[in-house]
């Protein structure tokens, strides 16, 4: 292997890792994703021909660790301590008197830092390369999570090239996730009716704590680094030096510290914080306070549970009071009941709060939550929030506790308790407000993205008995839509067009759209990654399901009884009748055998919808572009094509019919 190539590998890591610190730790991208992309894949290129040159600590490998049984335990170089904390002014100016006292006349100033509310970790690094991760455990001993942590893009595999390259390095901070991650997992936990999560630090702390490290990867996560522990040597007299130095590194540093010369000043920034914290997409629940002179802290010393040199200041919980006004229960796609409180309107966290939910009733039987009772409310992120205490000395008289429904609101069934489960559930399979909700699933952004079929023409549909399920939305025509209320011939025109579209969404949207119990998105796409095909999928038994990875019992019984239902089975033949053709575009094969390349389609297509040879040409690398140029690589011509085909003859761009278009991405068989 010629020196050349080891070069140009060297070259590209060290050029996407100075870019992965541009985007990830600076947040200032010097090039786009699409440049990006061009020499991530060149690298990977070279490493697939190359494997002897495959390192660690390469930029591709972030993900390349496979699923561990447990995670081996790691004594601490030195404890990692807890901080103190404290919950008012006065506590700090206390806190500030002792240091002064014990300090007698030397110089100090404080360095203010937010109190990232994540998860505490600790990072070695041997001679710049990442080498270990621990979690703060009990203080003394972690689990090792390296390969996980390496799945953090914010953390440098390897540090930044430099004058004084430390040959130990210990590194403490803080994984945490973003707000908008933990909303959005969320969001698709509450859809696949699973329990959400509490906070984004427990969130945090699971998705660290995942077998799967490409598990791991999905869930966004970050990191920041707050001090160097006992095994480095010094990076600074300060520590305001060495979080600088830290930076330099290439080591991502929260941009928020600040200095304070007094502690009335650092309480200013207290204050100012409590409010600006909901401009972070991340949470904090307070601020931490340290001495910055590193020498001084040595002879402030520690407690043995928590050093004298730091204090924290914890931010009043953000809660409200309100009223409950009434107590709704809602039906879920598979017939799940939950409590809904309707609150008389409070102002939270910096948004207007009606609703909490009550979660399930033993939830709801546990607090006592009545009609009229005041309560506290609190919110973890954007997600509705929840109910956490009735104030039962407020309660007004003659109120009555809220009685679990023996019938369902909705279609009048009685109601069954899950075995050995929390759930009250419907199990009338005709229940019209289970249909409602599975409907509203069904057309979801996730799954088969139909525009304009909104909540309100759900109930309609419903209602009019003109879908009784999922195939009839591809029967409707636009006299049926025109006898609904408000609908005029245009809005009619987009939801048959909407419908139209959504029949080439990749198999594992429609098998996410099912709703199939247990089955969310990221199983769907496991799902459909294995199995490539529906027919394949449908013929599976209950052993086959459970052979794939990463689907348990539970989903694979699930997925088995599904099948077998006449009734279901019913509703996914029509709908395949009704010319849904859910292919996979093969991601297994990492096919990227159009990268690079640039497509632009006209005329009319047999095979494909616009929607379906733009997803397929992604699916393989390629870009679709609008209009022919230059830059154009391929235009494929179905029948009377326009003006496109003429430039593209004009400019010399390789034409290909939708046969050629075929034969040269290599497209996988159709079911
Ligand atoms: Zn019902």
């Given at each position: 292997?010629?020196?050349?190539?080891?070069?140009?590998?060297e070259?590209?890591?060290l050029?996407?890792?100075?870019?992965?610190?541009?985007?990830?730790?600076?947040?200032?991208?010097?090039?786009?994703?699409?440049a990006?992309d061009?020499l991530?894949?060149?690298?990977?290129d070279?490493e697939?021909?190359?494997?002897?040159?495959?390192?660690?600590?390469?930029p591709?490998?972030?993900?390349?660790?496979?699923?561990?049984?447990?995670?081996?335990?790691?004594t601490?170089?030195?404890?990692?301590?807890?901080v103190?904390n404290?919950y008012?002014?006065?506590?700090?100016r206390?806190?500030?008197?002792?240091?002064?006292k014990?300090?007698?006349?030397?110089?100090?100033?404080?360095?203010?830092?937010?109190?990232?509310d994540g998860?505490?970790?600790?990072?070695?690094?041997a001679?710049?390369?990442?080498?270990?991760?621990?979690t703060?455990?009990?203080?003394?001993?972690?689990?090792?999570?390296?390969?996980?942590v390496?799945?953090?893009?914010?953390?440098?595999l390897?540090?930044?090239?430099?004058?004084?390259?430390?040959?130990?390095?210990?590194?403490?901070?803080e994984?945490?996730?973003?707000?908008?991650?933990?909303?959005e997992?969320?969001?698709?936990?509450?859809?696949?009716?699973?329990s959400?999560?509490?906070?984004?630090r427990?969130?945090?702390?699971?998705?660290?704590?995942?077998?799967?490290?490409?598990?791991t990867?999905?869930?966004?996560?970050?990191f920041?680094?707050y001090?160097?522990?006992?095994?480095?040597?010094?990076?600074?007299?300060?520590?305001?030096?060495?979080?600088?130095?830290l930076?330099?590194?290439?080591?991502?540093?929260n941009?928020?510290?600040?200095?304070?010369?007094?502690?009335e000043?650092?309480?200013?920034?207290c204050?100012?914080?409590?409010?600006?914290?909901?401009e972070?997409?991340y949470?904090?629940d307070?601020m931490?306070?340290k001495?910055?002179q590193?020498?001084?802290?040595?002879?402030?010393?520690?407690?043995?549970?928590?050093p004298?040199?730091?204090?924290?200041?914890?931010?009043?919980a953000?809660?409200a009071?309100t009223?409950?006004?009434?107590?709704?229960?809602?039906?879920?796609?598979?017939?799940?009941?939950?409590?809904v409180?309707?609150?008389?309107?409070?102002?939270?966290?910096?948004t207007?709060?009606?609703?909490?939910s009550?979660h399930?009733?033993?939830?709801?039987q546990?607090?006592d939550v009545?009609?009229?009772?005041?309560?506290?409310?609190?919110?973890?992120?954007?997600?509705?929030?929840?109910?956490?205490?009735?104030?039962?000395?407020?309660?007004p008289a003659?109120?009555?506790?809220?009685?679990?429904?023996?019938?369902?609101?909705?279609c009048?069934?009685?109601?069954?308790?899950?075995k050995?489960?929390?759930?009250?559930?419907?199990?009338?399979?005709?229940?019209?407000?289970?249909?409602k909700?599975?409907?509203?699933?069904?057309?979801?952004?996730?799954q088969?993205?139909?525009?304009?079929?909104?909540?309100?023409?759900?109930d309609?549909l419903?209602?009019?008995a003109?879908?009784?399920d999922?195939s009839?939305?591809?029967?409707l025509?636009?006299?049926q839509?025109?006898?609904?209320?408000?609908m005029?011939?245009k809005?009619v025109?987009?939801i048959l067009?909407?419908?139209?579209?959504?029949?080439?969404?990749?198999?594992?949207?429609?098998?996410?759209?099912?709703?199939?119990?247990?089955i969310?998105?990221?199983?769907?796409?496991i799902?459909?990654?294995?199995?490539?095909?529906l027919?394949?999928?449908m013929a599976?038994?209950?052993?086959?399901?459970?052979?794939?990875?990463?689907?348990?019992?539970?989903?694979g019984e699930?997925?088995?009884?599904?099948?077998?239902?006449?009734?279901?089975?019913?509703?996914?033949?029509?709908?395949?009748a009704a010319g849904?053709?859910?292919?996979?575009?093969?991601?297994?094969r990492?096919d990227?055998?159009?990268?690079?390349?640039?497509?632009?389609?006209?005329?009319?297509?047999?095979?494909?919808?616009?929607?379906g040879?733009k997803?397929?040409?992604?699916?393989?690398?390629?870009?679709?572009?609008?209009?022919?140029?230059?830059?154009?690589?391929?235009?494929?011509?179905?029948?009377?094509?326009?003006?496109?085909?003429?430039?593209a003859?004009?400019?010399?761009v390789?034409?290909?019919?939708?046969?050629?278009?075929?034969?040269k991405?290599?497209?996988?068989a159709?079911?």
């Amino acid at each position: 292997m010629s020196n050349r190539i080891r070069k140009r590998v060297e070259t590209l890591r060290l050029t996407i890792r100075q870019h992965d610190h541009l985007y990830y730790v600076q947040n200032t991208p010097e090039i786009s994703d699409p440049a990006y992309d061009r020499l991530f894949a060149e690298l990977k290129d070279l490493e697939t021909e190359h494997p002897e040159l495959v390192s660690e600590n390469s930029p591709t490998q972030r993900v390349a660790g496979s699923p561990s049984r447990t995670f081996e335990s790691v004594t601490h170089s030195s404890p990692m301590l807890s901080v103190d904390n404290t919950y008012s002014d006065d506590e700090l100016r206390a806190f500030d008197d002792r240091v002064a006292k014990q300090l007698g006349d030397s110089d100090y100033d404080y360095v203010v830092e937010l109190k990232i509310d994540g998860l505490a970790i600790c990072l070695r690094y041997a001679a710049g390369d990442l080498s270990l991760a621990v979690t703060r455990g009990d203080g003394q001993t972690g689990d090792d999570v390296t390969a996980n942590v390496r799945t953090i893009r914010s953390v440098p595999l390897t540090l930044l090239p430099g004058k004084k390259m430390p040959q130990e390095l210990e590194i403490r901070g803080e994984i945490y996730m973003p707000k908008s991650t933990f909303d959005e997992l969320n969001r698709l936990r509450q859809e696949a009716e699973e329990s959400l999560l509490a906070n984004p630090r427990t969130a945090a702390a699971g998705s660290l704590k995942l077998l799967d490290p490409g598990v791991t990867a999905s869930r966004n996560l970050a990191f920041f680094a707050y001090a160097t522990g006992p095994l480095s040597a010094a990076l600074g007299q300060t520590h305001w030096d060495t979080l600088a130095r830290l930076r330099a590194l290439g080591v991502p540093v929260n941009p928020h510290v600040q200095r304070a010369a007094t502690i009335e000043e650092a309480i200013a920034l207290c204050d100012a914080w409590n409010v600006r914290r909901r401009e972070l997409d991340y949470q904090i629940d307070g601020m931490v306070i340290k001495v910055n002179q590193l020498s001084l802290r040595d002879q402030l010393g520690s407690t043995g549970r928590a050093p004298r040199w730091c204090i924290a200041y914890k931010f009043p919980a953000e809660q409200a009071e309100t009223i409950v006004e009434s107590i709704d229960v809602q039906v879920g796609k598979s017939g799940i009941l939950t409590p809904v409180a309707n609150l008389t309107p409070v102002q939270l966290a910096g948004t207007t709060v009606k609703r909490a939910s009550l979660h399930n009733f033993d939830e709801l039987q546990r607090l006592d939550v009545r009609c009229h009772d005041r309560v506290v409310i609190e919110k973890a992120g954007e997600i509705i929030p929840k109910v956490i205490r009735v104030k039962h000395a407020e309660r007004p008289a003659q109120t009555t506790a809220f009685a679990i429904p023996q019938v369902c609101p909705s279609c009048g069934q009685a109601t069954q308790r899950d075995k050995d489960g929390v759930y009250i559930r419907c199990v009338n399979p005709q229940c019209p407000a289970q249909l409602k909700e599975r409907l509203r699933y069904f057309v979801g952004r996730d799954q088969m993205d139909i525009e304009n079929l909104g909540a309100a023409l759900i109930d309609q549909l419903v209602d009019t008995a003109l879908v009784c399920d999922f195939s009839d939305l591809y029967t409707l025509d636009k006299a049926q839509l025109l006898s609904l209320e408000r609908m005029a011939e245009k809005s009619v025109a987009n939801i048959l067009d909407a419908i139209e579209r959504s029949k080439t969404r990749p198999l594992s949207r429609f098998i996410a759209a099912l709703g199939i119990r247990h089955i969310g998105g990221q199983s769907a796409q496991i799902l459909a990654n294995h199995f490539g095909g529906l027919n394949i999928l449908m013929a599976a038994s209950s052993a086959e399901f459970e052979a794939v990875d990463q689907i348990g019992p539970t989903m694979g019984e699930s997925l088995a009884a599904y099948f077998c239902d006449p009734q279901s089975r019913g509703v996914v033949e029509r709908l395949l009748a009704a010319g849904l053709n859910p292919a996979e575009p093969a991601p297994s094969r990492q096919d990227r055998s159009l990268a690079g390349k640039t497509f632009v389609v006209t005329g009319t297509l047999e095979k494909y919808t616009r929607e379906g040879i733009k997803e397929a040409i992604q699916a393989s690398g390629g870009k679709v572009a609008g209009s022919v140029s230059r830059k154009t690589d391929y235009l494929v011509v179905g029948k009377n094509p326009g003006s496109k085909h003429a430039k593209a003859l004009e400019l010399g761009v390789e034409v290909l019919s939708e046969k050629d278009f075929e034969e040269k991405c290599n497209m996988p068989a159709e079911l």
